[in-house]
């Protein structure tokens, strides 16, 4: 299994010559200070990138948790997916759940399969949330290592509404934060009390990553949820939770371990963003956002948390 992408032989294809001379996008950032790619729309082409992948022979794992009453958003999750996740690839949905029997049956193209694994609820929903990632590094070393090449960790509330595909693909990629887009480093929500695992100091910080998606190799997947189960049970130990459970972790460990590729918000939009913006930000943002590929469902917490 690879690790990260190798070198194949392309088939002969006919596509824009890429002009040394003309940045395809310079109203954002394109790339990390460590060269890891930031992925816009207009930064990459998606035949070339598909061809790469097809030859390469790629298998994707797409892990879902939907506990209790999150089981509502599944069909919605997997319907979208399969029109616009991966589609040409072959796509693994793990789905986890303690409620396997109402698990939506959704017609998967073929190359697709749908695996679904019994979880146990927590009661306190915060457990729900963090135990992702004990059970999704347990299953790295058990499963996902043999079936999977790279592995998609997605929160269920979540819509896919344009093309993901591919170009998400790397070693190891976080997601930017929608909420936190441009934000200086002091004002990003990371955990801030050093008594903390996850704690960053005001100095400190590359972005703010959202906890709802995150990816890479399978190995590289392990690592990091690994190391973030570990750091949230010595939290335990210390009696302290941080601030935005394994949000907080996944951030300290992004800042340690750099990620290979950022994904842009595109890839994490959020519409109660445009609530709060003026008819001119609204405009502004068009310009950077020029798609929504990946949306977060508004939802009713009192009825979902009681
Ligand atoms: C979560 C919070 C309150 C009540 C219930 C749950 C809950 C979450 C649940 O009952 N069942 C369940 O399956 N979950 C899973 O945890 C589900 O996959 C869901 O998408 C994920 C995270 O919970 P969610 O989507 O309600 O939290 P957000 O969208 O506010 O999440 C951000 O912050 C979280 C940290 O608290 C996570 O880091 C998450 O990844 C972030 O997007
Ligand atoms: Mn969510």
Redesign the pocket.
């Known amino acids: 299994k690879p690790g990260g992408l190798k070198v194949v032989k392309l088939s002969q294809m006919i596509y824009p010559q890429p002009d040394l001379r003309s940045p395809t996008r310079k109203d954002v950032l394109v790339v990390t200070p460590w060269q890891a790619p930031i992925v816009w729309e207009g930064t990459f082409n998606t035949d070339i990138l598909n061809d790469q992948f097809r030859h390469q022979n790629a298998t994707i794992g797409l892990t879902?948790?939907?506990?209790?009453?999150?089981?509502i958003?599944l069909s919605s999750f997997l319907k979208s997916a399969e029109s616009f996740f991966m589609v040409g690839h072959r796509v693994n949905y793990y789905v986890?759940?303690d409620l396997p029997h109402t698990v939506p049956r959704v017609h998967l193209q073929n190359g697709r399969q749908l695996f679904v694994l019994k979880v146990r609820?927590y009661t306190r929903?915060?457990d729900?949330?963090?135990h992702?990632m004990e059970i999704i590094s347990n299953f790295s070393k058990q499963r996902f290592q043999r079936e999977v090449d790279y592995l998609v960790c997605?929160?269920?509330?979540?819509k896919f509404r344009d093309h993901v595909g591919v170009e998400i693909l790397s070693s190891l990629f976080g997601t930017l934060?929608p909420g936190f887009f441009g934000h200086s480093r002091q004002s990003f929500t990371y955990e801030r009390r050093a008594l903390s695992q996850a704690y960053i100091s005001q100095d400190e910080g590359d972005f703010y990553y959202?906890?709802?998606?995150f990816g890479g190799t399978v190995q590289e997947v392990y690592r990091l949820t690994k190391a973030c189960h570990e750091a949230i049970m010595t939290d335990k130990g210390n009696n302290i939770e941080a601030v935005?459970?394994?949000?907080?972790h996944?951030n300290k460990y992004l800042l340690y371990y750099k990620p290979t590729k950022v994904l842009s918000p595109e890839y994490m939009w959020d519409n109660r963003m445009l609530l709060q913006m003026t008819p001119i930000q609204l405009l502004q943002w068009n310009m950077v956002i020029r798609k929504k590929r990946f949306v977060?469902l508004i939802?009713n917490?009192e009825t979902?948390?009681s």
């Open positions: 879902v948790f939907a506990v209790k009453k999150y089981v958003f986890f759940t609820n929903w915060q729900i949330s963090m992702r997605s929160d269920v509330d979540m934060h959202i906890g709802a998606l935005w459970q394994e949000e907080s996944l977060i939802k917490y979902l948390r």
